[in-house]
């Protein structure tokens, strides 16, 4: 292990916890109407005709065929990303990926995936879904509708998810029961919240999730959209009633399909406890990848990334 010792931070982003604590961090306590909560805007997404509408890009790659993509997903937002498609095979498989808090400018030519169908999705405010009412600054965003349950933004993002399976759907009705999911920080924690109420994805991959033990979130120091969150609650104080409803670990308890998550023993954007409850919160056949450090670089992380993109590799792999 090489965890990190020196850090720019004044916080310890290992919080102090051995492993051994850390897989022992269960998800809070739930609150009354989480299912239906979830299943009824799951139900209401299912409803909408996303309507892709797919053009060449300026993009090139030898090894994918490269296509901008437009899709709608709840409340006709116009949702922006990029469909690649193997040069080489049929299409036999589909996945869905996410992105961090800082969006996405461009897809990831390096999955270590064949036949696969790959839909890089931008969530609603941010990158090629910007909208001039929504902050794309992560510390702004995170905050959008924070104080209306109904509308906070994250249950829009996970609506976004749920509208790219449903346009993959559209594509390729071929693919119907071999969708995946893959996302990292805050599209592993959006994710999670999708997988839990979306019986199409058929497993799932997240990195570093985030939105994880909400009511712990708001106790340890972090940066970032974390730090913006608390410093929201210290001023007006009501932010779990919003925050309970979204979140990764409880929607973890959900999830019934294999799943591979990569969780960090240091952490000062996502505290790895809140990464863990997520992962814990996983059924037991599922596999936890233990990274030294996330949202930092450190050494050995080139060698840990490596067997990680075998495993996702191997996880994706055409059914």
């Given at each position: 292990m090489s965890v990190p010792k020196t850090h720019p931070f004044a916080f310890d982003p290992t919080y102090g916890m051995q492993l051994e604590e850390l897989l022992a961090v269960k998800p809070p306590e739930e609150p009354d109407g989480f299912d239906e909560f979830w299943k009824?805007?799951?139900?209401?997404?299912?409803?909408?005709?996303?309507?892709?509408?797919?053009?060449?890009?300026?993009?090139?790659?030898?090894?994918?065929?490269?296509?901008d993509l437009v899709y709608f997903s709840t409340g006709q937002f116009r949702i922006g990303g990029w469909l690649l498609l193997p040069r080489e095979g049929k299409v036999r498989r589909g996945l869905v990926v996410g992105h961090g808090y800082g969006g996405r400018d461009r897809p990831d030519f390096d999955l270590p995936v064949t036949e696969t169908a790959l839909l890089f999705l931008c969530c609603r405010g941010l990158s090629l879904s910007a909208d001039p009412a929504i902050s794309q600054n992560p510390s702004w965003h995170v905050l959008h509708d924070i104080d209306k349950r109904d509308s906070y933004i994250i249950g829009g993002c996970v609506?976004?998810?749920?509208?790219?399976?449903?346009?993959?759907?559209?594509?390729?009705?071929?693919?119907t029961g071999h969708i995946g999911?893959?996302?990292?920080?805050?599209?592993?924690?959006?994710?999670?919240?999708?997988?839990?109420?979306?019986?199409?994805?058929?497993?799932?991959?997240?990195?570093?999730?985030?939105?994880?033990q909400q009511p712990l979130r708001l106790t340890l120091p972090s940066v970032g959209s974390a730090q913006s969150v608390q410093e929201y609650q210290a001023?007006?104080?009501?932010?779990?009633?919003?925050?309970?409803?979204?979140?990764?670990?409880?929607?973890?308890?959900?999830?019934?399909?294999?799943?591979?998550?990569?969780?960090?023993?240091?952490?000062?954007?996502?505290?790895?406890?809140?990464?863990?409850?997520?992962?814990?919160?996983?059924?037991?056949?599922?596999?936890?990848?233990?990274?030294?450090?996330?949202?930092?670089?450190?050494?050995?992380?080139?060698?840990?990334?490596?067997?990680?993109?075998?495993?996702?590799?191997?996880?994706?792999?055409?059914?």
């Amino acid at each position: 292990m090489s965890v990190p010792k020196t850090h720019p931070f004044a916080f310890d982003p290992t919080y102090g916890m051995q492993l051994e604590e850390l897989l022992a961090v269960k998800p809070p306590e739930e609150p009354d109407g989480f299912d239906e909560f979830w299943k009824a805007r799951y139900l209401n997404a299912l409803t909408v005709d996303p309507q892709p509408a797919l053009s060449r890009s300026e993009l090139t790659h030898p090894n994918w065929h490269v296509l901008d993509l437009v899709y709608f997903s709840t409340g006709q937002f116009r949702i922006g990303g990029w469909l690649l498609l193997p040069r080489e095979g049929k299409v036999r498989r589909g996945l869905v990926v996410g992105h961090g808090y800082g969006g996405r400018d461009r897809p990831d030519f390096d999955l270590p995936v064949t036949e696969t169908a790959l839909l890089f999705l931008c969530c609603r405010g941010l990158s090629l879904s910007a909208d001039p009412a929504i902050s794309q600054n992560p510390s702004w965003h995170v905050l959008h509708d924070i104080d209306k349950r109904d509308s906070y933004i994250i249950g829009g993002c996970v609506e976004d998810t749920w509208l790219a399976v449903s346009t993959l759907e559209t594509l390729y009705p071929w693919l119907t029961g071999h969708i995946g999911y893959s996302g990292i920080s805050f599209g592993g924690g959006v994710g999670a919240m999708a997988i839990a109420y979306d019986q199409r994805i058929d497993r799932g991959h997240l990195a570093l999730p985030s939105f994880g033990q909400q009511p712990l979130r708001l106790t340890l120091p972090s940066v970032g959209s974390a730090q913006s969150v608390q410093e929201y609650q210290a001023e007006h104080g009501d932010v779990l009633k919003t925050l309970r409803l979204y979140d990764a670990a409880t929607a973890g308890c959900r999830i019934k399909v294999p799943m591979l998550t990569a969780v960090a023993l240091f952490d000062s954007a996502v505290a790895p406890p809140c990464q863990f409850a997520v992962a814990n919160a996983m059924p037991k056949y599922s596999e936890i990848f233990i990274l030294d450090a996330g949202h930092f670089d450190y050494p050995g992380s080139a060698e840990q990334e490596a067997v990680l993109r075998d495993k996702i590799g191997q996880f994706f792999r055409v059914p």
